[in-house]
T-cell receptor, first 111, second 112 residues
Framework: ETGVTQSPTHLIKTRGQQVTLRCSSQ?????VSWYQQALGQGPQFIFQ???????GRGNFPPRFSGLQFPNYSSELNVNALELDDSALYLC??????????FGPGTRLTVL | QKEVEQDPGPLSVPEGAIVSLNCTYS??????FMWYRQYSRKGPELLMY????GNKEDGRFTAQVDKSSKYISLFIRDSQPSDSATYLC????????????FGSGTRLLVRP
């Protein structure tokens, strides 16, 4: 059984640029959630995708957007990057709203 | 005030000690309670999952939920150096169980 994978591992961008992060869900899972984890903080919920539709959203601005594909993999897009967007971005997959299993994360640095 | 409060530590204990990690919360609608372990530069790994109040045991780990006090605990028996990590509590409501609310994490160091 393959776990949750994320790419890339690390990414460096400059302020104002756009970034796309990718996530492959665990086998048998149909739901993907994205979280932002700033240094020294717990993860914060960005949004969740269930069967290719956004199922819920946290307190993040519209420049954070996402997609889920028919194979249940997902993308997180962030436009107009700000310095405060520097963080570890975590993807978690689950079957419906069951227990969420996290990937290793993508570390984004915005300069 | 944050919805979930967790002492950041660090908590330093000798190998073999019993470790107690705690979180308090303010939202009485929380029904699902989880503990995750996160090693440096890795994603969180689920350790324990509890619904509503009560105790749950899995090997060296015991999770307790006291909803009347809005207080949850994780106990680790016979702690090992490999237990050194950050421990995150997480909670969610019945109607939005997909939205996990995390504490800021407690860093644990188990000394050999």
């Amino acid at each position: 059984e393959t776990g949750v994978t994320q790419s890339p591992t690390h990414l460096i961008k400059t302020r104002g640029q756009q970034v796309t992060l990718r996530c492959s869900s665990q086998s048998g899972h149909n739901t993907v959630s994205w979280y932002q984890q700033a240094l020294g903080q717990g993860p914060q919920f960005i949004f969740q995708y269930y069967r290719e539709e956004e199922n819920g959203r946290g307190n993040f601005p519209p420049r954070f957007s996402g997609l889920q594909f028919p194979n249940y993999s997902s993308e997180l897009n962030v436009n107009a990057l700000e310095l405060d967007d520097s963080a570890l971005y975590l993807c978690a997959s689950s079957f419906n709203t069951d227990t969420q299993y996290f990937g290793p994360g993508t570390r984004l640095t915005v300069l | 005030q944050k919805e979930v409060e967790q002492d950041p530590g660090p908590l330093s204990v000798p190998e073999g000690a019993i470790v107690s990690l705690n979180c308090t919360y303010s939202n009485s609608a929380f029904q699902y309670f989880m503990w995750y372990r996160q090693y440096s530069r890795k994603g969180p790994e689920l350790l324990m999952y509890t619904y509503s109040s009560g105790n749950k045991e899995d090997g060296r780990f015991t999770a307790q939920v006291d909803k009347s006090s809005k207080y949850i605990s994780l106990f680790i028996r016979d702690s090992q150096p490999s237990d050194s990590a950050t421990y995150l509590c997480a909670m969610s409501e019945e109607d939005s169980s997909y939205k996990l609310i995390f504490g800021s994490g407690t860093r644990l160091l188990v000394r050999p």
